[in-house]
């Protein structure tokens, strides 16, 4: 089938996911040896390792006294994994590994399942449970336990914790509504004096260390992050093999019966444009650092050219770390302009979303909008738009316009839009649409729907940036944006190729049908 006949909308027919994430070599690659050499400069565990505590708040107790020396003594430790899935570069991981270690206690990682979240689909399940095989892998040849458990954390967590007398709960950190929710939740049925610990794995610099507010912009942030990076841009200690286990306490997954149990979208399916799992992630990043990045200060908003590090799939589901990645560009990047450029998309664009999220409750609705820009959007809002669409033409990729219809099919085929093209696409939503809050809302239900790292402070804040002018400013006035920053199709003209865009995904321009009522 030609691309120009592939329709951008859902396919209908459901996909059967595979459940063997074995598709790289079970061999280890140069840059996972490289890695492992890396983190043995640091030490050999990280029993003796220098803990940066500021990285850890006690959601409810402290620290389990340390006796003067390890031994086996009765409990567990028990990191919820959520967010940061991944085994090496996790600094909850790893300091769920420490109290176990201090105390002569068996370390379990437990996984808890929702069989629906949001509106992610197969395609965002298949990816994330896929994922998890290689952590259980991993897990298992480092004496340490995985558990899955299918349901809501705070059904299911509290009995867990209970069956295995844990003496201590690790998780790591979300800045999001409903993973809060889930901590919240867990915490009011736990035991008052069962310590609970929380790890910010996920940024650099932790959300509550960078700043204690919302930022207004990256230039308000940037040098709060900057200040703090020789602190916590640092080298991780590995996760090793861990002394203290209790074998037979945990069984092999049955991942086909995990992917029967799920009760989410199936029409729309897993992508093979980015496999998942943490080698194949640091495949990608070997792969940017040493033939893409020489390209990517100058070239990152063209489309037609592969400079991009794609890393946002793999990093949304925490399956590499950002840190790790800015660490192994630093050393390895032959541009000085592209490492600075990785850098700054890296830690402080992706950390000023974190702090959006966290310190904004209205992250995802027009009132989490600066005032100039809830005011400009309120007084255009009776503008007549040129074109109006409904979510269900939108998603089909049905507009006069072939470079937005080219940049849908983009995401519905290959799970990612180019991230210039996410900008030029949200903003057409804006004007398209009868109100800035469909506008918000269609985007954010497209974006979560068919890109891998949907649902992510990312893509909250992008949406946020296009349409509410989150973290820019006020400019020339205009019809329906008001003050919002306008993009359009001569402007893109202007930066790339944008007909080679359009024939590569076969996008057209559909005729535009309605009468819009001036």
């Not at 074995?22 to 890695?35: G, M, P, Q």
């Not at 979240?117 to 298949?126: G, M, S, V």
């Not at 095989?133 to 349901?151: D, K, P, T, W």
Request: charged share 25%.
């Amino acid at each position: 089938m030609s691309r120009k006949s592939q329709a951008a909308g859902p396919p209908t027919k459901k996909a059967r996911p595979s459940t063997d994430s074995s598709s790289s070599s079970s061999s280890t690659t140069d840059i996972e040896a490289e890695l492992e050499r890396s983190r043995l400069t640091v030490d050999s565990d990280v029993s003796q390792f220098d803990f940066n505590a500021q990285r850890v708040r006690w959601l409810q107790g402290g620290p389990p006294d340390t006796p003067a020396t390890p031994r086996p003594t009765p409990g567990a430790v028990v990191y919820w994994m959520s967010r940061d899935q991944r085994v090496q570069d996790n600094w909850a991981l790893l300091y769920g590994q420490k109290l176990a270690w201090a105390h002569g206690w068996p370390l379990h990682v437990v996984f808890c399942l929702v069989p629906g979240f949001l509106d992610a689909t197969l395609r965002q399940y298949d990816f994330m449970i896929r994922g998890l095989q290689e952590v259980e892998r991993e897990l298992a040849v480092r004496q340490i336990h995985f558990h899955l458990l299918r349901g809501a954390a705070a059904e299911r967590l509290p009995a867990f914790l209970a069956s295995r007398a844990v003496t201590c709960l690790v998780t790591d950190f979300s800045p999001l509504r409903v993973p809060r929710q889930w901590v919240e939740r867990v915490q009011k049925q736990l035991d008052p004096q069962l310590p609970f610990a929380q790890v910010d794995a996920h940024n650099v610099v932790p959300v509550w260390v960078t700043s204690d507010k919302q930022e207004y912009a990256a230039r308000t942030i940037r040098s709060k992050i900057h200040r703090k990076l020789d602190e916590f841009l640092t080298e991780f200690p590995p996760v090793s093999p861990h002394p203290h286990f209790q074998a037979a306490d945990s069984s092999p997954i049955d991942w086909t019966e995990v992917f029967d149990w799920l009760t989410v979208d199936t029409s729309v399916p897993p992508v093979t444009s980015f496999t998942p799992g943490t080698r194949a992630a640091l495949q990608n990043l070997a792969q940017f650092a040493g033939q893409r990045i020489p390209s990517y200060a100058d070239r990152r908003n063209d489309p037609n050219v592969a400079v991009l590090s794609n890393i946002s799939p793999w990093a949304h589901f925490g399956q590499i770390s950002m840190q790790r990645a800015v660490l192994y560009v630093k050393k390895h990047g032959r541009s000085s302009a592209g490492v600075a450029g990785f850098v700054e998309e890296a830690i402080v664009r992706r950390e000023l979303s974190d702090n959006f999220c966290y310190y904004q409750p209205d992250y995802d609705n027009v009132k989490g909008a600066f005032g100039w820009a809830q005011k400009t959007l309120a007084e255009h809002r009776a503008d007549p738009r040129p074109y109006l669409y409904d979510r269900s033409e939108l998603e089909k990729a049905h507009t006069h316009d072939d470079l937005w219809n080219a940049a849908q099919i983009q995401m519905v085929k290959e799970g990612k839009m180019h991230g210039f093209l996410r900008m030029y696409w949200a903003k057409k939503i804006l004007e398209w649409t009868q109100s800035p809050e469909e506008a918000l809302a269609t985007a954010i239900y497209l974006n979560d729907r068919y890109q891998l790292d949907g649902r992510d402070p990312n893509g909250f804040v992008g949406c946020m940036w296009s349409i509410c002018g989150i973290h820019d400013q006020g400019w020339a006035e205009r019809k329906v944006f008001g003050k919002i920053r306008y993009m359009n199709y001569d402007g893109c003209k202007r930066k790339f190729d944008i007909k080679k865009f359009i024939l590569k995904y076969g996008a057209k321009a559909h005729p535009y049908l309605k009468k819009v009522k001036k």
